[in-house]
């Protein structure tokens, strides 16, 4: 029994006398990361001041500016392992955990494939950060493009975080691409109601709302012959293109649309369906050229219907066998 707690204190002495030995060796590793550390960090900040007076890359030089961050920190780990262990190497720490090439493939390829769409996304800029876009069911403001993915914010408060890949490999809609936007949206007036009177009442309710742009000028076109309408397609431009102040300007067009051509008289009707009820009974009936179909055509009277006698004559001929006819006379 004294031998075994001899023996376990021994132990325990020898790792703090070798803790002891290594302590200076650990204080220089921990000062030795330290400045690999902060040098990282004014790296970064080097290569984010100078990509701000480029626009185009900006982006780019966040992305470039973590990565060398990354890699500076890395190389400081190992260093202060190597003042620490003397014999430590990188590639043994890469042996120990048994993991090779082929292994690195497996386990990082959409990694890596992220990180390659995203250098790619950097470098040819389809987009960038404050742009507003949409890829497939999300849309919002682009927040940060990292090397793994890119973040959104939606217009209700959400945060989207999309892999590169995606961004990538599917068709992205970018509402912000360009200085201009054109709105458009279709009012339906009634058949009855004059089409080009209707068409300059729209145009002078969107000149009149701040917003919309003089050019490229609005326009009114006639786009459908409905049901129960005749459609016009209103269109008008807006700068700058952002989704609030689309909402906004949108809201005042309608708004004044509808309040102009409701002071001028013009019908604004909404979908209807008329069903019409006959007995079929009327003298037309299997004529293709006489027959309606729910209104009398052209100018011609109603067809009056048949008599009682004429169509029980009919009915007795086609039921009714010759000689039974003739028996019956």
């Known amino acids: 029994m004294k031998s075994a707690v001899s023996t376990a204190w021994a132990k325990i002495q020898g790792m703090a006398n070798g803790l002891i030995i290594m302590l200076p060796n650990i204080v220089l ?7 690999f550390f902060f040098v990282a960090r004014l790296i970064k900040s080097a290569v984010k001041r100078f990509s701000r007076k480029y626009r185009q890359a900006h982006n ?10 990354g890699t500076i920190i890395l190389v400081g780990l190992f260093v202060a392992l190597s003042i620490v262990i003397p014999s430590f190497k990188a590639g043994q720490l890469v042996q120990l955990l048994g993991i090779s090439g082929v292994a690195i493939g497996f386990a990082f390829r959409d990694i890596l494939q992220n990180f390659l769409a995203g250098i790619l996304i950097l ?9 507003q876009i949409v890829v497939d069911n999300f849309e919002g403001t682009v927040e940060d493009i990292e090397t793994r993915a890119t973040t959104i914010k939606t217009y209700d408060g959400r945060r989207i975080v999309i892999p590169n890949s995606n961004l990538f490999n599917k068709a992205v809609t970018v509402n912000t691409a360009f200085d201009y936007r054109r709105l458009e949206y279709d009012i339906g007036i ?3 109601d004059d089409i080009d009177r209707a068409k300059q009442l729209i145009l002078e309710a969107m000149h009149s709302v701040d917003g919309v742009l003089k050019e490229p000028p609005p326009d009114a076109l006639v786009v ?4 129960s309408s005749v459609n016009i397609r209103a269109r008008w431009w807006i700068n700058p293109p952002l989704r609030a102040e689309t909402l906004n300007v949108q809201d005042k067009v309608l708004t004044a649309i509808k309040n102009k ?8 009707p909404y979908p209807t369906r ?21 209104w009398p055509a052209g100018q011609n009277s109603v067809p009056q219907p048949r008599s009682i006698s004429s169509s029980l004559q009919k009915l007795v001929q086609i039921q009714v066998p010759t000689d039974v006819q003739g028996h019956l006379k």
């Open 190 to 192: 009634g058949y009855g």
């Open 60 to 69: 780019l030089g966040l992305v470039l500016g973590r990565l060398t961050q």
């Open 224 to 227: 459908d012959l409905a049901g």
């Open 123 to 131: 470098l040819t800029e389809p987009f960038k950060i404050g742009d």
């Open 29 to 35: 590793a921990l000062i030795v990361f330290a400045i």
């Open 261 to 268: 051509l409701s002071a001028n008289g013009i019908d604004l």
């Open 274 to 294: 008329q069903i019409l009820f006959h007995d079929q009974t009327e003298e037309t009936d299997g004529d293709r050229s006489r027959q309606r179909e729910g």
